[in-house]
């Protein structure tokens, strides 16, 4: 769950002062450690990555102009 919330505020914080493994290393980190369930971690990091990675598109996005209903 902790990755999960990690993906999601990935571009929100601030991780200059922090050693850390950036998203698009995720799936190489898991490759090279052994796990009780590989496949389920695998999918797991797989679904975090994803969604830095489409937070990301999403932030570099211009925002929709969206006109008043004020106007005659």
């Known amino acids: 769950m902790e990755l999960l919330e990690l993906a999601v505020t990935w ?3 601030e991780y200059s002062q922090s050693a850390y493994i ?3 290393q995720w ?3 898991v490759v090279n450690h052994c796990w009780g369930d590989p496949d389920r971690v695998a999918r ?3 679904v975090a990555t994803d969604v830095v990675m489409i937070a990301g598109r999403a932030i570099k996005q211009s925002p929709e102009v969206v006109p008043t209903l004020a106007e005659p």
Do not use: A, C, G, N
Request: net charge negative.
């Open 11 to 13: 571009h929100e914080l």
């Open 44 to 46: 797991v990091f797989s």
């Open 27 to 29: 799936m190489d980190f």
């Open 22 to 24: 950036p998203p698009d």
